[in-house]
């Protein structure tokens, strides 16, 4: 990689990177290889491709790329024909590879159908359009669906996410091409620091790591804190459950992250930078050293970047995977080589953070939305959302959704409209029950909030929170008491520990839950849960503490009447805690097949053949498995 | 100078000074378990928190920490802190049930246990106030005490529990812990804390055991002293 320090030298390097994305002669089949893609096997169907390839001596450019979102139809393949459509298949296994050349090769699409097409995409880093199609299109891709029709994607507005599952994340050309380092050269060569705090001011971008306090606000306390070095954080911790926006980006787009950081440092007057990620994240720590590397090599980190009066460089640094880390003090304490504890936050870390230098710390995804803010300036981000929240958020669909995955949306969307329209709504068309946002200490969101706009005041005043964005979807098999049980007994244990309240208290709530769950709650427990709940709010030293109460709050609120028939009726409507269920054989509707009784490891489930079934309580362990098995819904649990 | 009200009372405090500090200086108690005059406060134990009303705002605030500002109205005593206290000595006195400390300083404020917490049995009275650690890594400047691990599995103690090579048996985390779980047990000529036995150094005048030889080894070291001139105890100096 040649220096990059003109804007002439930019352009000659998105030249190399457009070729590469958009071959004029060569077929391009990329594979998303991210950690999730890698689980769903995309690893062994990348290598049956490249066995393919030598065996029938092809020509075609193979490619990893992040992640492209749909994670239920992972491993996704892209293909990106010269002057056709843009095609993806999913779902691919590798006995699958060879007839996807074969039709691939000779434009003949019968065998295995494509799961989308895209014949034009809206570059969002230019506005312009970028054509796939040249000339009329051929009568083979009709059939297909675009991409714009299927559910999942219809609705989803792919800013910070743009690139993830596009370029190659090992190629910064391409990163280039897709109009990266641009952002970083405005602001270096147009734009006076003040101004760039202005325009982050102006998109209302608020942080994405939890609290969404205003970026540019913070910026702006950093810039006018006095000290001789300043530092600028990025927080990539990520430790909610169920939770995997951060790595995404981290894997398939770190350019974006580190031009972010760039640009903050010049804006705020740092020198040096840090990225905090989880050692969990091997491949993020792969990519992003990469990343750094080859910015290094350009010049776009280092001493006087594009010319100017500015040097900054990045450091990687791995966590060790606590929760509690990514607490702003905790997260400081541990770059320092300290254990990972969180102080009170009566200095301010702009102020006095790491080194008890001016600090500025900011979320993955946060970082991310700066390059393309600053290319394309703060109006048309703050058209993006709603007046409180703007821009998009990337959420993590888990759970009971028949569509799983990564979701970037403008802030405002519904929940129904995440969970319906791109969730595709509830598997085996259960009902739904609730929507659990905000990580651990969030909280739920019951059906009657389904049309509830997410944006961070709103989750906040429905009792939960935006949080970084995690998103499980629930449905009437699920208890809600025992979901605030799983909630606090993750907190419990990663609480630092510090303080009183977080260390004993959780752990507190957490056994009145059990014993709720057990078939021993006491008259009182709701209103002890209640005020225990008050005390370790007030009385924690971070917010840890301060909002982990928030679980059983949230589902007090919402699912009060679930608490009291466990505690007064003694049974849990949802089936699920094991104490308060029986399992009984319905005799009209069991035939005697006996599937459940060679299934049920207790032996309770006995029977002769072709005659009604029975379990006996006394040894049934409520472990479902006959539940499960029974085909003729003869098993019912009360 | 700032002027602040506390639960009533006008008083004037040095800028910077803390809430804990100024309240106490005028008369005002607020209770603690983690605070110590030699040491930085850290705000583990929350007994301190206190109320303040900052313009329309509310809140609490950890008075060893919270530095006195102009114009402030402190409560020390309002029903958010009151609740916060009983909380904090109630999971306490579940957590460490045998330490009379614990139950002494309950029963002083009011506070009964709390029935529906089942104490723990494990017999120990750490109450992670972490005084020991700071002593150690502070004052003597040795750190042989941490924690290990973290939330309900959060352990006080040496490195990988092992008698540590750090320690030089001075006694100050015994002589600082409130509630008795460090204790430091002696013969006529050795001294055994923290899981490792010390020989002892008689007096060169008057042959008293006085302290361990490690502690005057490395008290020589730092400053400089030769080790022969601390060979004497204090009272022959
Ligand atoms: C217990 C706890 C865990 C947190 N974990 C994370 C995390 O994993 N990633 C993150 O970006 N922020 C996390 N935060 C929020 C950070 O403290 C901080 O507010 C954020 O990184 C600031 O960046 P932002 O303004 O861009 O959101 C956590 C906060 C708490 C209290
Ligand atoms: S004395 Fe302030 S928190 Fe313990």
């Known amino acids: 990689m040649s220096k990059i320090n003109t804007l002439d030298a930019l352009d000659k390097a998105a030249k190399k990177g457009r070729d590469l994305l958009f071959p004029s002669t060569k077929i391009r089949i990329s594979i998303g290889m991210t950690t999730n893609s890698i689980a769903a096997g995309a690893r062994s169907v990348y290598d049956a491709f490249l066995e393919e390839k030598k065996n029938k001596n092809m020509k075609f450019d193979m490619v990893k790329t992040g992640g492209m979102g749909f994670d239920s139809v992972e491993p996704i393949v892209d293909v990106v024909i010269p002057n056709k459509p843009r095609l993806a298949f999913a779902k691919v296994t590798v006995e699958k590879v ?76 391409e990163y280039i091409a897709r109009g990266g380092y641009y952002g970083l050269h405005k602001a270096l060569t147009e734009m006076k620091p003040d101004e760039i705090v202005q325009e982050i001011i102006d998109s209302g971008l608020r942080g994405r790591g939890g609290g969404g306090f205003p970026t540019g606000i913070k910026w702006r306390s950093c810039r006018e804190a006095e000290g001789d070095i300043k530092y600028v954080i990025c927080n990539g911790d990520e430790g909610d459950p169920g939770a995997y926006m951060d790595r995404s980006l981290m894997e398939g787009d770190p350019h974006s992250i580190i031009e972010g950081m760039i640009i903050g440092a010049y804006a705020i007057g740092a020198s040096q930078g840090y990225i905090y990620v989880r050692n969990e994240y091997p491949l993020a720590v792969e990519n992003l050293n990469r990343a750094v590397m080859q910015a290094r090599k350009a010049g776009l980190l280092g001493k006087n970047i594009f010319g100017q009066k500015f040097s900054f460089d990045i450091k990687i640094a791995k966590g060790a995977g606590a929760f509690v880390c990514g607490e702003s003090t905790a997260l400081i304490a541990s770059l320092e080589g300290r254990a990972g504890e969180p102080r009170a936050k009566y200095t301010h870390t702009v102020e006095h953070g790491l080194w008890d ?104 005043d429905a009792g939960s929170m935006m949080g970084s964005g995690g998103m499980i979807v629930m449905d009437d098999t699920t208890c809600m008491v025992d979901i605030a049980k799983y909630f606090l007994d993750f907190l419990a244990k990663e609480s630092c520990g510090k303080c009183t309240p977080c260390r004993e208290g959780i752990r507190r709530m957490r056994s009145i839950l059990e014993d709720i769950c057990s078939g021993g709650g006491q008259e009182g427990d709701i209103e002890l849960l209640k005020e225990m709940s008050d005390a370790i709010i007030d009385g924690s030293l971070c917010a840890l503490g301060g909002s982990a109460p928030s679980p059983v709050l949230s589902t007090l609120r919402y699912f009060q009447e679930e608490y009291e028939t466990h505690i007064k009726g003694k049974k849990c409507p949802a089936g699920v805690c094991k104490k308060l269920i029986k399992f009984r054989i319905l005799d009209e509707q069991c035939n005697g097949c006996g599937k459940c009784r060679k299934v049920c490891p207790t032996r309770a489930a006995t029977g002769s053949r072709r005659e009604p079934h029975k379990i006996d309580q006394n040894l049934c362990i409520q472990c479902r498995a006959c539940y499960e098995v029974c085909t003729f819904n003869a098993i019912i649990i009360e | 100078m700032v002027k602040l009200v506390i639960d009533g009372k006008t008083v004037q405090a040095e800028e910077g000074k803390i809430l804990l500090t100024v309240a106490r200086e005028n008369g005002i108690e607020i209770p603690t378990l983690c605070s110590h005059e030699t040491l930085e406060n850290t705000g583990a134990c929350r007994l301190c928190v206190v109320e303040i009303t900052k313009g329309k705002r509310k809140k609490i605030v950890t ?175």
Do not use: H
């Open chain 1, 98 to 173: 060879p007839v996807l050349l074969e039709q691939v090769a000779r434009l003949n699409l019968d065998r295995e159908l494509p799961f989308y097409r895209v014949d034009e995409q809206e570059d969002i880093f230019t506005g312009e359009t970028i054509q796939y199609v040249k000339g009329r299109l051929p009568r083979v891709f009709s059939k297909i669906s675009l991409r714009e029709e299927i559910p999942f994607y219809k609705n989803q507005l792919k800013v910070v996410t743009r690139n993830c599952g596009v370029i190659d994340p090992e190629n910064m050309e």
């Open chain 1, 357 to 460: 230098m001016p600090t500025n710390l900011n979320n993955v995804e946060t970082w991310n939305n700066v390059p393309i803010i600053i290319a394309r300036g703060s109006k048309w981000f703050s058209q993006i959302g709603t007046k409180t929240s703007s821009g998009t958020k990337v959420f993590s669909l888990v759970g009971k959704t028949n569509n799983i995955g990564l979701a970037e949306v403008p802030m405002g969307m519904t929940i129904r409209d995440i969970v319906y329209g791109i969730g595709g709504g509830i598997y085996n068309d259960r009902e739904f029950k609730a929507v659990q946002t905000g990580g651990p200490s969030g909280g739920c969101i019951p059906k009657s909030l389904l049309d509830l706009p997410v944006g961070f005041d709103e989750l906040a």
């Open chain 2, 63 to 237: 008075s060893c920490l919270y530095a006195a500002e102009d114009g402030i109205v402190v409560d020390t005593k309002s029903d958010r802190v009151l609740k916060v206290r009983r909380f904090v000595m109630q999971f306490l006195m579940a957590r460490c049930p045998t330490s009379d400390v614990i139950r002494d300083m309950a029963a002083n404020m009011g506070i009964a246990p709390e029935t529906r917490f089942k104490p723990s049995e494990d017999g120990k009275t750490c109450i992670f106030c972490r005084l020991c650690v700071k002593a150690c890594e502070d004052v003597v400047g040795v750190s042989a005490l941490g924690f290990a691990f973290r939330g309900v599995d959060k352990a006080l103690g040496t490195p990988y529990r092992e008698p540590s090579p750090a320690c030089i048996g001075c006694g100050s985390c015994a002589y600082i812990c409130p509630t008795r779980q460090i204790t430091m047990s002696s013969t006529e000529n050795t001294r055994s804390i923290c899981g490792k036995t010390f020989k002892m150094k008689a007096c060169s005048v008057c042959g008293r055991y006085f302290a361990p030889e490690e502690q005057l080894a490395f008290i020589s070291k730092k400053t400089g002293v030769d080790l022969e001139a601390l060979s004497v105890c204090s009272s022959c100096r």
